[in-house]
């Protein structure tokens, strides 16, 4: 938890921060499920041109998480099957995402979270704790990835947005006391959580590009 003095300095350094759009709420079951495991620690061309595959190859067949469930069955659930898998699915040889990706999809189905209104509900009612720990590889930053492509008002802890408060701060955070900050930052500001992290993100980004 930031003290008093700290959060102040994050707001300062947020509101000097330049404001840019992002409105996006998945609009497809499956495409969540498949951009909750690709988009963390991938390059935004990998994402986009993973997703732009599985668009043009793959979409008219795999429609529900039924679908889903009978292409993961068709390869076997270890490396070799798994790099097939992603390659299937996204025309990349990413086997350990193919893996989360399997268990991403058995979670939602031990929950009967089958469609895309059911996924809304459950990021709505969700916790973090409901998550981090019961999939191989996916983390705190994954699930507010997911919660916030479903809508949530909330941050994504990243590497960017963890350095980002780290560097305004003078201290590393972790995960969760960096969302807890944002969140009331962004309150603070009048702000959109969603609109602050990705403020931040395409904030941070440019530092990098420079």
């Known amino acids: 938890m930031l003290d008093t003095k700290e959060l102040a300095a994050l707001v300062s350094r947020c509101r000097a921060v330049p404001l840019t759009e992002y409105e996006y709420v998945a609009t497809d079951f499956v495409v969540a ?116 492509r479903l809508g949530v008002e909330t941050v994504k802890p990243d590497v960017h947005i963890l350095r980002f408060v780290s560097d305004a701060i003078g201290r590393p955070v972790n995960e969760v006391e960096s969302v807890e900050a944002l969140e009331q930052a962004a309150r603070r500001l009048d702000l959109s959580p969603r609109r602050l992290d990705w403020s931040i993100w395409e904030y941070q980004r440019s530092l990098g590009s420079r």
């Open 33 to 148: 499920l498949l951009e909750t495991v690709m988009d963390y620690q991938n390059a935004r061309t990998t994402v986009q041109r993973a997703g732009t595959y599985f668009a043009d190859n793959r979409l008219d067949e795999v429609r529900t998480l039924g679908d889903l469930e009978r292409v993961l069955a068709r390869f076997p659930a270890d490396r070799a099957g798994n790099d097939e898998l992603a390659q299937y699915l996204w025309g990349y040889h990413h086997w350990r995402r193919a893996q989360e990706l399997r268990g991403l999809v058995a979670y939602f189905r031990e929950r009967n979270v089958t469609d895309l209104a059911a996924l809304r509900a459950w990021a709505v009612a969700s916790t973090a704790d409901e998550f981090v720990g019961r999939i191989k590889g996916l983390g705190t930053a994954v699930y507010h990835g997911l919660v916030m």
